[in-house]
């Protein structure tokens, strides 16, 4: 027991480092070491830029979304008057709101009119949906209000219109610019509702990071909007903001109550719900595809411990004879495989890391050498391809790559440790 020496001790690397420095002479275990390595720092490379990616692209939908909509639409259905009309929206929209921005959590509720015009500019027409807002609301909307990434005067709304940078491109419009825009039923006569159609002044052109609301939104002062669409006297709904809307389960039944027992609500999660669950879905498969992608590079590590221990099993036998027990020779190949794991790992995460950070630039760059855009936001919704390196992805992917490394290379060594030394001997 006195002649036992510590694991892992410097003579077993000294040996462990001497295989690992084999000559492609002694057996071709250097390219298989190059082999493994290269696979390992790929794997991890790939599965680090698809972790940020992944984080980065839920993050920004996320936010363009909080950014320029309601956490929360407080609205009513239609419902019949003492003479029989139905009314639909709220009258009493100025006291709700007030009632609702009362509500613990709730940092603005603002009403608001919506309808669906078409808008033109000679001889060119799109689809839009209009939001009349008052002028403090449009300002306080992140994405679109004060601060946001736009061109115009913002103080100028109460006399023409706010639209998104995409309709107005596609309009061939500037701040400045008259449009004219076109509501089916707007002007009421004995013979029924006629179209109406009035021209207004972009004032403000905003850019909220999201292509569908960029292509299709317009704002519209408040009171403006409830003569366009005859709504007089009424709101739509109620746009409610929360302080905290990744809990805005938390917030709904005190907003509902506080509402109304006519009032019903949607959130923000009742409208991106499938979308998040389908971003969950494909997070939760490419995390595993890319798993198998490291065990497979992982693999490498066995064949090259394999064809090592039977290059070495004239070693293997001598230094069994001198007296190295059988942990000391599992240990030594074990340190080959871990290695090769370790710095294959190191190597991928600075990769990784790397092309995450700059893949503003990396991006850039594809886009010139195509000659086109690589990013379609027309289909993928935001305008750039994000990245958000996060420290529990970065970790999950060392740990990953690293326990696997160490798992298999325990049978290769294994193996070694239980050769015979007279059988390795035999033939020598």
């Known amino acids: 027991m006195a002649g036992r020496t510590a694991p892992f001790s ?142 115009g005067d913002l103080a100028r709304f109460s006399e023409g219109i706010a639209m998104g940078s995409v309709l107005a491109r596609e309009l061939g419009v500037t701040v400045g610019d008259r449009v004219r825009i076109i509501s089916p039923s707007g002007v009421k006569t004995a013979f029924g509702s006629s179209p109406r159609v009035n021209a207004y002044e972009v004032v403000y052109v905003f850019t909220a990071g999201r292509y569908d609301i960029d292509k299709t939104r317009i704002y519209m002062p408040f009171t403006e909007a409830q003569s366009f669409f005859n709504r007089e006297g009424f709101a739509d709904e109620i746009e409610v903001m929360v302080a905290d809307p990744d809990h805005i389960e938390a917030m709904s039944l005190p907003i509902l109550n506080a509402a109304g027992p006519s009032a019903l609500i949607w959130t923000w999660k009742d409208s991106a719900g499938s979308f998040l669950r389908a971003l969950d879905i494909e997070d939760n498969v490419m995390f595993v595809i890319l798993s198998i992608l490291v065990l497979i590079a992982a693999m490498n590590i066995v064949s090259g411990l394999i064809m090592l221990v039977k290059n070495k099993g004239r070693d293997i036998g001598i230094l069994r004879t001198m007296g190295l027990t059988e942990g000391s020779i599992l240990r030594v190949f074990f340190i080959c495989g871990a290695f090769t794991g370790v710095i294959g790992t190191v190597c991928g995460v600075v990769l990784g890391c790397l092309f995450a950070l700059n893949i503003d630039t990396i991006m850039a760059a594809l886009n010139s050498l195509s000659g086109a855009e690589v990013w379609d936001p027309s289909i993928r919704g935001i305008y750039a391809l994000p990245a958000k390196l996060q420290l529990n992805d970065v970790a999950s992917a060392v740990a990953l790559s690293l326990g696997l490394s160490f798992v298999v290379t325990l049978f290769p060594a294994r193996r070694a440790a239980r050769m015979n030394p007279v059988e390795a001997l035999r033939y020598e």
């Open 10 to 151: 410097r003579f077993e690397w000294m040996i462990a480092w001497r295989y690992l420095r084999a000559r492609r002479a002694e057996g071709g275990v250097s390219v298989m070491t190059w082999i493994s390595l290269i696979g390992i720092t790929l794997a991890v490379f790939a599965l680090i830029v698809t972790l940020a990616v992944r984080a980065g692209f839920r993050a920004e939908f996320v936010d363009t979304i909080l950014g320029a909509n309601a956490h929360v639409t407080v609205y009513t259905t239609d419902r019949m008057d003492d003479q029989g009309q139905w009314l639909k929206g709220f009258s009493d929209y100025d006291a709700l709101s007030k009632t609702l921005a009362e509500v613990p959590g709730v940092t603005r509720a603002a009403p608001l009119i919506k309808g669906q015009v078409m808008v033109t500019d000679g001889e060119r027409t799109n689809g839009a949906e209009v939001f009349g807002i008052a002028p403090a609301d449009l300002e306080a909307i992140p994405r679109v209000g004060k601060g946001a990434k736009a061109v």
